[in-house]
């Protein structure tokens, strides 16, 4: 339980200073243990602009590797925002360290040609 306590307090922490806007919508993350989701918030509106799953990949048969999968993830939601028009992300890592699948993530997105 104090894993989830501890999480719990540094997204809390993470939370107070960024906001997503029109300008720069919040790409979030969340892991489980098998998956890892990505979604695009707008706070102002309280909508979410774009989401991806590990669920909805086409792993074929390589489900090995979560860190790749992750990046993959990572690719898919640049892709999403770019379709609608969003370069510019503020990253929100939900309280999870920055390393392994968070970090693959971010790197994927950055690579499909998010800026944060």
Same mark, same amino acid.
């Given at each position: ?37 990505? !979604? %695009? =918030?707008? &706070?102002?509106? *309280? ?10 990949? @086409? ?28 370069? !510019? %992300? =503020?990253? &929100?890592?939900? *309280? ?10 971010? @790197? ?9």
């Amino acid at each position: 339980m104090a894993k989830l306590q501890g999480r719990a307090r540094r997204k809390l922490r993470i939370r107070k200073k960024i906001s997503g806007t029109p300008e720069r919508p919040r790409l979030t993350v969340f892991r489980s243990n098998k998956q890892i989701y990505a !979604q %695009v =918030v707008d &706070d102002t509106q *309280g909508t979410t602009l774009a989401v991806t799953t590990s669920l909805k990949l @086409d792993k074929s048969g390589d489900d090995s590797n979560k860190s790749k999968c992750a990046e993959q993830v990572g690719e898919a939601i640049a892709q999403a925002c770019l379709s609608k028009g969003i370069k !510019q %992300v =503020v990253f &929100d890592r939900n *309280g999870y360290i920055y390393h392994g699948r968070v970090k693959a993530l971010a @790197d994927g997105a950055r690579k499909g040609g998010l800026e944060f």
